[in-house]
């Protein structure tokens, strides 16, 4: 059975910086499709950044040249390094995976998550 722990969230100014940790379990990162999500207060989810397996990413163009989305294959862990931090970046990160070694269109086809980290980034 895969499961995925977020880490690393936080209260940070604007301008911050955090890194996410995803610790999965069950398969080996380095054969998924693996990504980030968010949801803010009232809003619903969307995707953030994905990352295939043979490292190609893909990030939302809200978080685009801000945002790194990586993997250490011999930790079996995903990370997410967030700069620039804004208030808009706030919300509860979920990390996920399509269960494939491919990535689908988007941000689709993604099936099993994390319990989610929360971000708060004050102004």
């Known amino acids: 059975q895969v499961e995925l722990v977020e880490s690393g969230g936080g209260s940070v100014q604007t301008g911050g910086s955090l890194r996410l940790s995803c610790a999965v379990s069950g398969v080996s990162v380095s054969n998924l499709c693996l990504g980030w999500f968010r949801q803010a207060p009232g809003k619903e989810r969307e995707g953030v950044a994905k990352i295939a397996t043979y490292d190609a990413t893909f990030y939302a163009e809200s978080v685009e040249g801000r945002f790194i989305i990586s993997r250490d294959n011999a930790k079996d862990t995903l990370y997410l390094q967030m700069n620039s931090l804004k208030p808009d970046d706030t919300g509860v990160y979920y990390c996920?995976?399509?269960?494939?070694?491919?990535?689908?269109?988007?941000?689709?086809?993604?099936?099993?998550w994390g319990q989610g980290t929360r971000v708060t980034v004050s102004s």
């Open positions: 996920a995976t399509t269960l494939s070694r491919y990535c689908n269109i988007g941000f689709t086809g993604f099936e099993s």
